[in-house]
């Protein structure tokens, strides 16, 4: 599956038990010797009344992260296409918390990725001041960034063209920056307008991937914050583009983020465990 390119391999957790190692994702993310993809995810029953799923998410490298919005709009379909549930909404418990889903009626999903997280020891950031905007060196580089969490980790820098930006080169040494104790995602910002932006993300643990969910989440709400920005913001990734809404303010830092994008259902299979030895 993907979601504005972001790619995805799938798996049902809920009729059969999986349980995968570090390599065995590794083996199954790798694009030449498996099936290929930025990250792997299980769908599980949940672990309380609240939620109707639990969702599982695991980077190529192979190691399980927090959250993902992209894999979340991907999980919707998933769950309605293979029979799972016939409801449109649905909530989902996932390491970071819950998160609600709503399959709309052209295609596209729309979730809600709960509140941004500026609290520096939450993130978590090393950060002298928790400050909105922190200068950080990289490689011997001042690097204006934003730190926040959408559940996972965020660095956000505005850059004056997003094509030309160093995220090939200074994406992996944001990702694995001391000041990050649990890596990195890094996110470069092109400002269009005032509701639209081009973004590109170095992933932790994927490198850059044609979109990134919460990355374009984290890009909106920092913009917002630093008066770039106002809601609605059409994010526009290498992948596709994505709607981000947040109605936070100064006063009110835990309005929650609406993510609406498509996911897309590209092909299903049978895997062999047993060839992952």
Same mark, same amino acid.
């Given at each position: @599956? ?22 065995? #994702? ?8 498996? $099936? ?5 995810? #299980?769908? *599980? ?8 799923? +639990? ?10 992260? *927090? ?19 016939? +409801? ?13 889903? +709503? ?9 809600? @990725? ?13 950060? /002298?001041?928790? /400050? ?7 490689? %011997?580089?001042?690097?204006? $960034?934003?730190? &926040?969490?959408? %559940? ?15 995220? /090939? ?19 470069? @910002?092109?400002? $269009? ?16 991937? &044609?979109?990134? %969910? ?38 009110? &830092?835990?309005? /929650?983020?609406? @993510? ?10 049978? &895997? ?6």
């Amino acid at each position: @599956m993907h979601g504005a390119g972001n790619d995805f391999v799938v798996f049902d957790g809920v009729r059969q038990r999986v349980v995968l190692t570090p390599e065995q #994702i590794r083996r199954i993310a790798d694009r030449h010797r498996g $099936i290929g993809c930025d990250q792997l995810l #299980i769908v *599980e029953a949940p672990g309380s009344g609240e939620a109707d799923f +639990k969702y599982r998410i695991f980077n190529a490298d192979g190691g399980e992260v *927090e959250q993902c919005g992209n894999g979340a709009r991907c999980f919707v379909r998933f769950v309605r296409e293979q029979g799972l549930t016939e +409801k449109n909404e649905i909530r989902v418990e996932t390491l970071s918390g819950l998160i609600a889903l +709503k399959l709309e009626s052209d295609g596209g999903v729309t979730v809600n @990725m709960g509140a941004p997280v500026f609290d520096p020891v939450r993130i978590p950031f090393l950060a /002298a001041s928790g /400050a909105l905007l922190e200068v950080i060196d990289v490689a %011997g580089v001042s690097v204006s $960034i934003t730190a &926040l969490s959408m %559940g996972n980790p965020h660095a956000v820098q505005v850059v004056p063209d997003v094509d030309a930006a160093p995220v /090939a080169t200074q994406g992996p040494l944001l990702e694995r920056h001391a000041l990050f104790p649990r890596r990195v995602n890094a996110g470069y @910002m092109q400002v $269009i307008d005032r509701q639209h932006v081009r973004l590109r993300v170095w992933e932790r643990g994927a490198g850059e991937t &044609l979109a990134c %969910g919460t990355g374009a989440c984290a890009a909106v709400v920092a913009g917002v914050r630093r008066g770039l920005l106002a809601s609605p913001v059409r994010v526009s990734t290498r992948g596709g583009d994505l709607t981000i809404r947040w109605d936070g303010s100064e006063n009110d &830092l835990n309005c /929650a983020v609406w @993510m609406t994008g498509p996911a897309v259902t590209v092909f299903e299979g049978e &895997l062999d465990f047993a060839r992952l030895q």
